[in-house]
């Protein structure tokens, strides 16, 4: 079972990330974009520096989306490594929808073993463990950790439902194109009437952990910081993460950190 000494540090490091995401989000902040025509905000690099200082101490190494230049030929060997993205859903960051995520992963040979998904604006915390579970709850006090029997015995153990009035789909509130949308109308075939949500970043992954929706599919880019932490949370609640086309469950550290198309089902 993963030390939870590791888990306890990163839900630790994703707090205190949320805690400076809210600080930029509280006021007028800017925008740059990237090579690659993606924002990046004063938020994203605060968070990135108090994780990758958080977690330097465990001395596995890190990828992470701010830090994600590291050759495969130095990473190749790596059995364990933190897979981060500091701020997930930065287009939701930057439009004030609330629906942005801090991702932290534990992966050991291509497999995320636990993960930390947490939502700063409402306080929501999703964390799961390879034989622990996966778990959620909702922090009252941003800041402040409970010990970690108090926090086990106040969370919910995911999936909290499973019964559905109709098959429900969640989608990508900024990714909702064509070929998601003839998913869409296959699963109406299949299923009838159907329900849609639509939300930003990892929350999509959790709410399938949740119970709150029976498939995400996912048949536009991502990358591995994007999907690892929420993967664990959705892997230990008894769901699956598998490649489109190959049916295989998604891995991780990769010689190309981009991630296939993909489906997220109970």
């Known amino acids: 079972m993963i030390k939870k000494e590791y888990l306890i540090h990163a839900i630790d490091a994703a707090l205190e990330a949320g805690a400076e995401i809210l600080k930029v989000y509280a006021r007028d902040f ?12 004063e938020a994203d690099k605060a968070s990135n520096n108090v994780i990758v200082e958080r977690l330097e101490s465990t001395d596995i190494p890190i990828i992470s989306e701010e830090i994600k230049n590291i050759p495969y030929d130095r990473r190749a060997d790596w059995k364990d490594c933190w897979i981060v993205d500091p701020l997930d859903g930065t287009k939701e960051f930057i439009k004030r929808n609330g629906e942005f995520t801090v991702n932290i992963a534990l992966v050991s040979n291509g497999v995320p073993v636990a993960g930390v998904v947490y939502i700063p604006v409402s306080g929501t915390l999703y964390f799961a463990a390879e034989e622990l579970g996966s778990f959620s709850i909702n ?3 941003k800041q402040e950790l409970p010990e970690w029997e108090v926090l086990l015995e106040k969370a919910d153990k995911l999936p909290t439902t499973e019964k559905y009035d109709k098959y429900t789909i969640v989608a990508s509130r900024s990714h909702l194109n064509a070929e998601t949308e ?7 075939k299949e299923h009838g009437e159907v329900a849609l949500m639509s939300r930003g970043s990892s929350i999509k992954l959790c709410m399938v952990a949740e119970g709150k929706a029976q498939v995400y599919p996912r048949v536009a880019p991502t990358m591995e910081w994007d999907t690892a932490a929420a993967h664990a949370i959705a892997k230990y609640a008894g769901c699956e993460v598998l490649n489109f086309e190959t049916k295989k469950e998604l891995v991780y550290n990769k010689e190309n950190l ?7 089902k109970r």
């Open 30 to 41: 800017e925008v740059e974009q990237k090579k690659d025509n993606s924002p990046l905000t």
């Open 139 to 141: 922090l009252e006090d």
């Open 182 to 188: 003839q998913f869409i109308e296959e699963c109406k």
């Open 258 to 264: 981009l991630n296939p198309f993909f489906i997220v």
